[in-house]
């Protein structure tokens, strides 16, 4: 059973880096059919796909964001990355990690972390 | 605005059957790409429930179902129990967007 655990500030400053690692256990990251994602909820809110990673590097964004958020793997420790640049109060969110099976639907979750964006 | 939009919220008595619908368009659902829900209790972290249209993972009981036909899809749950009362989420994949989802459902068990 595929287990992961976000980690990271859970404060950030506005215009500031937010930053996030996601650790896999339980299995390799480097299993074929799973894209390694990051998910956020806005409080109240509604799930908001971030983008995802395959283990060999191919990365895809939510257009919008493309710009903001960067996600890495680092497969000598089984971890994947986020960062999202330049944030700002909108950017507070619960911040959740997943595996993407076939890059299709999502079957393993993190517990979530909550970023509060805040001077 | 979500691309694919679910109702706000539903509700049902228990031992009744609840649906929530997830309506698409050309782009996305209609285009043939599969639908998957997720089920998301209170304080806790989304929860696969349903996936390629009407795939139950292993430990998800019988009661939920799901279907799609056109641009919408579906998510049916028979014998409501109080313990399934939480937000429902669709999922599928826009051709411009790439990952979308549901604005999500409140499932309230009256």
């Known amino acids: 059973q595929v287990q992961l655990q976000e980690s990271g500030p859970g404060l950030v400053k506005p215009s500031q880096t937010l930053s996030l690692t996601c650790a896999v256990s339980?299995?390799?990251?480097?299993?074929?059919?799973?894209?390694w994602s990051w998910i956020r909820q806005h409080p109240g809110k509604g799930l908001e796909w971030l983008g995802y990673?395959?283990?060999?590097?191919?990365?895809y964004y939510k257009p919008s964001l493309q710009s903001r958020v960067t996600i890495s793997v680092d497969t000598s420790r089984n971890q994947f990355s986020l960062k999202v640049n330049s944030v700002t109060a909108a950017d507070t969110a619960m911040y959740y990690c997943?595996?993407?099976?076939?890059?299709?639907?999502?079957?393993?979750w993190g517990q979530g972390t909550l970023v509060t964006v805040s001077s | 605005q979500s691309v694919l939009t679910q109702p706000p919220s539903v509700s049902g008595a228990p031992g009744q059957r609840v649906t929530i619908s997830c309506t698409g368009s050309?782009?996305?659902?209609?285009?043939?790409?599969?639908v998957h829900w997720y089920q998301q209790l209170p304080g806790m972290a989304p929860k696969l429930l349903i996936n390629?249209?009407?795939n139950r993972p292993s430990g998800v009981p019988d009661r939920f179902s799901g279907s799609k036909s056109g641009t919408s899809a579906s998510l049916a749950i028979t014998g409501l129990q109080a313990d399934d009362e939480a937000d429902y989420y669709c999922?599928?994949?826009?051709?411009?967007?790439?990952?979308?989802f549901g604005g999500g459902t409140k499932l309230t068990v009256l």
């Open positions: 997943a595996s993407a099976h076939n890059s299709d639907y999502f079957d393993y």
């Open positions: 339980g299995g390799s990251i480097t299993s074929g059919p799973y894209y």
């Open positions: 990673i395959h283990y060999s590097g191919s990365t």
């Open positions: 050309s782009s996305n659902i209609g285009a043939g790409y599969d």
């Open positions: 390629d249209n009407s």
């Open positions: 999922q599928s994949y826009d051709k411009s967007l790439r990952v979308v």
